[in-house]
């Protein structure tokens, strides 16, 4: 068995090394470093856990979102150097404001009931839509729109997709100004989903008044965002799941799985929306 989490890449080189390979866990919920043809066509088994990391990443986005209405970076960094702006410090309140979820997925669901507990207007869409997707979140509080109108309803714009085809480049030129003037954005789903170039254009002109990523295009050591040099944005390196509670329940999960896959058991302790 292999158990990987994000910053790899499981090539079909990898497992084509492991011919006796019965079994990948994916220690979070992104399926976009690994080859999943190449695991289907292997007949090994695909196995995520998206519960724990969707708290903590739903949690994040709300850190960014926090950060950048109420401007908490840039005040502090003005403190320390003795600047007391307590009066140019003004920001804007989440409640009664409307959340914009670009995927409610796992972690897209559990921000937006975070969003409606601050009292927050909570819309979002999805890939697929259906009045079943629609019925399930109502019973969130969230009202399923489409792509185009969470961007032009919205005041905070939060990204929660996996990076594939259909959503490389999801947020460029084009659907940034779809968004309302003076809107936040935040991303927590993968570097490549939002365009960084026309996201610096769309801030520079004003367009947006803040962005948060905690996902970058280009991640390591040693890179630096074309985002860096602007007061308004807040850069994290991919940390949204990276929290002591998570980690330790994603690692419980891992044991015991591990342990019904050594047993012999055909569902492995977990539901099949996390099995391929």
Do not use: Y
């Not at 856990?49 to 950060?67: D, T």
């Not at 997707?133 to 905070?156: M, P, Q």
């Not at 990523?213 to 040693?222: F, Q």
Request: hydrophobic share 45%.
């Amino acid at each position: 068995m292999l158990i990987f989490r994000s910053g790899v890449s499981i090539s079909s080189e990898v497992m084509t090394a492991a011919p006796q390979l019965k079994l990948i866990i994916r220690a979070g919920s992104g399926f976009d470093n690994i080859d999943v043809e190449h695991a289907k066509w292997r007949g090994i088994r695909l196995v995520r856990i998206p519960g724990p990391g969707a708290q903590a990443v739903a949690e994040m986005a709300f850190a960014l979102m926090l950060g950048l209405s109420r401007r908490v970076l840039e005040a502090d960094r003005l403190w320390r150097l003795g600047r007391w702006m307590k009066t140019e410090m003004t920001g804007f309140n989440l409640n009664g404001k409307t959340l914009g979820i670009v995927g409610c997925g796992n972690i897209g669901t559990r921000a937006g009931q975070l969003g409606v507990a601050l009292g927050m207007n909570v819309i979002g869409c999805v890939e697929h839509e259906s009045p079943s997707v629609a019925a399930h979140l109502r019973k969130h509080n969230i009202t399923l729109k489409s792509f185009r109108e969470v961007l032009s309803e919205a005041d905070f714009v939060s990204i929660h997709v996996p990076l594939q085809d259909s959503t490389r480049n999801l947020i460029n030129a084009e659907t940034l100004a779809l968004m309302k003037r003076g809107a936040f954005l935040v991303n927590l789903a993968r570097g490549g989903v939002v365009n960084e170039a026309a996201l610096l254009r769309a801030l520079n002109e004003g367009h947006l008044r803040g962005a948060g990523l905690d996902v970058h295009e280009k991640e390591g050591d040693g890179k630096i965002s074309p985002l860096a040099g602007l007061p308004n944005v807040i850069l994290t390196p991919h940390i949204g799941a990276s929290t002591v509670d998570a980690q330790r329940e994603i690692g419980q999960q891992i044991m015991r799985i591990m342990d019904a896959f050594l047993a012999g058991h055909p569902n492995l302790g977990v539901t099949e929306n996390c099995v391929m």
